[in-house]
């Protein structure tokens, strides 16, 4: 079972930058999708990026152009850079992975395709 540790959250102005890490335990598959997820107060988890292991990467609309999703596989990690923060950015931000998915991107309904997550790190712009 892979375990997955987010980190790198913190109170950043607008306008302002942020890296978040997630790191990876366990074994990891050959084809795998990983995500960085958020969820703001009151408001359903949301998917902004996925990265799979063809290095292919999606990313939400709302973060497109700013955000930029990224894993180094030699620290078994995954990141999130994100860049010209907005207030509406803030949120629990959570990684999550699946092995053999079936589909990796951005969509409505992708939190059902991931079965581990991580324990999140707060973002507050």
């Known amino acids: 079972e892979v375990q997955l540790v987010e980190s790198g959250g913190a109170s950043v102005q607008a306008g302002g930058s942020l890296r978040l890490s997630c790191s990876t335990y366990?074994?990891?598959?050959?084809?795998?999708?990983m995500a960085w997820f958020r969820q703001a107060p009151g408001k359903e988890r949301e998917g902004v990026a996925t990265i799979g292991s063809d290095g292919y990467t999606t990313y939400s609309k709302s973060v497109k152009g700013r955000f930029a999703i990224s894993q180094d596989n030699a620290k078994n990690t995954l990141y999130l850079q994100m860049n010209s923060m907005r207030p509406e950015d803030t949120g629990t931000y959570y990684c999550a992975s699946e092995d053999y998915p079936r589909r990796c991107r951005v969509s409505d309904d992708m939190i059902g395709d991931f079965a581990s997550w991580g324990q999140g790190t707060q973002v507050t712009v």
């Open positions: 366990g074994y990891t598959y050959s084809r795998y999708c």
